[in-house]
Every structure is written in structure tokens, then in C-alpha cells.
């Protein structure tokens, strides 16, 4: 079963430039987290979507990122402009359709390393 | 206090050796509670669930402490393979069916 993909896989740009991430969840997963992990932290959720609705984007910086997720299935995620302290990983995960009170594993991509200079 | 608080480490400790890491939760409404494991420079995945009655996956044991708001996991027998950042996971429902990572805590098995 192939698994999350995200491209690319390494991203370097300078202060206020844009940035765009992709992620393509697996086959069959309505849910799609998008995360900010950075060097030395646990991953923090920035945005989680059930099909192509937000459930929850209390963490993200609305000023500068936004994500979508149009057809329910593959996702975006865009910084604009970027700040030095954007560098970080950026994880995609999704998970199946909720099955119990204690949720569903989440399945993680490789991450997307961003680099703001 | 934070939600999750684990301690960093690293923990250097030699192979055949047992390990021991602790994470407090502030929530008390957290529901459920996992062990994830990230290797370097990789994405995390699931280790194991934590149960209010303990469990355990071969090496790997898991103790849950609702009263204390702690969670344990406890590795026998390391091999170099455990090498890798232990993040304590909650998960707190509520309708979003969120995860919340702690910092992690390092491992390092030495031969």
C-alpha cells in the first residue's frame, strides 16, 4: 500500500518569498493533517481537514499560510511571505474514517524540510 | 505547565540495557494516549497504544497513570535499532480527533 507523498522534499528561499507544499494522502483517507515540526519539537497540527472541509485550524498563522484541500483528496499548504522562522519540517499525515473513542493511527509523509534564509 | 512534557534526554545507555521514559499531561480529559517514534531525520510512526491497564508488545512496555496524569514506556533488552526520539502522544477528541506531540525524548544505544 503505497503511502503519504509530499514533494518536494527539500525547500531553501529567502525571507518573503512563497512557498507551496503538496501532500497526497493514502487511498481512502478522509482525514489530512498538516504539521510544523520544528528542530528539536514534537510536531504541532497547523490545519486538519475531514474530505475537503477545515475541522480545525486554530493553530495556523492566517496571515501568511493557508491550505486547501479542494477534491478531498490531495492538499496544499502555502506560506506567503516566509519568515526565518518558518524553517522547519512540514508533515502531511491523514488517517482513515474515525472507527473508536481513541482515534486513528495517522499516517505520516516524509515531510517537506523548508529553509528560510 | 505544558500540555505534554517529556524529558529530552538523550539517554545514552549500552546495548541489553533497560530504559525507562515518563511524560505528564496536563488535560485530564485526555482520552486515549500513544507512543510514537521518529528516527532521525524521518517521519514519526505509531509504536504502541497506552491502556489503562498497561500493555506490552514484546520488548516494549506501556503503563498509563490517570490519577498522576503520567504515561511510561519501558524498553528491555535495547538494541541499537531502538535508537530513535520517543514523542508522548495524546489525544483529546473533543470532535477533531487531535494528536498532541510532546518534545520527545532521545535514545541513543551504544555497542
Known amino acids: 500500500e503505497a503511502g503519504v507523498a509530499q514533494s518536494p522534499r527539500y525547500k531553501i528561499i529567502e525571507k518573503r518569498q512563497s512557498v507551496a507544499f503538496w501532500c497526497n494522502p493514502i487511498s481512502g483517507h478522509a482525514t489530512l493533517y498538516w504539521y510544523q515540526q520544528i528542530l528539536g519539537q514534537g510536531p504541532k497540527l497547523l490545519i486538519q481537514f475531514q474530505n475537503n472541509g477545515v475541522v480545525d485550524d486554530s493553530q495556523l498563522p492566517k496571515d501568511r499560510f493557508s491550505a486547501e484541500r479542494l477534491k478531498g483528496v490531495d492538499s496544499t499548504l502555502k506560506i506567503q511571505p516566509a519568515k526565518l522562522e518558518d524553517s522547519a519540517v512540514y508533515l502531511c499525515?491523514?488517517?482513515?474514517?474515525?472507527?473508536?473513542?481513541?482515534?486513528?493511527?495517522?499516517?505520516f509523509g516524509p515531510g517537506t524540510r523548508l529553509t528560510v534564509l | 505547565r505544558k500540555e505534554v512534557e517529556q524529558d529530552p534526554g538523550p539517554f545514552n545507555v549500552p546495548e541489553g540495557a533497560t530504559v525507562a521514559f515518563n511524560c505528564t499531561y496536563s488535560n485530564s480529559a485526555s482520552q486515549s494516549f500513544f507512543w510514537y517514534r521518529q528516527d532521525c531525520r524521518k517521519e514519526p510512526k505509531l509504536l504502541m497504544s497506552v491502556y489503562s491497564s498497561g500493555n506490552e508488545d514484546g520488548r516494549f512496555t506501556a503503563q498509563l497513570n490517570r490519577a498522576s496524569q503520567y504515561i511510561s514506556l519501558l524498553i528491555r533488552d535495547s538494541k541499537l535499532s531502538d535508537s530513535a526520539t520517543y514523542l508522548c502522544v495524546l489525544y483529546s477528541g473533543a470532535g477533531s480527533y487531535q494528536l498532541t506531540f510532546g518534545k520527545g525524548t532521545k535514545l541513543s544505544v551504544i555497542p
Open positions: 499525515a491523514s488517517s482513515a474514517p474515525y472507527a473508536g473513542l481513541g482515534g486513528n493511527e495517522q499516517f
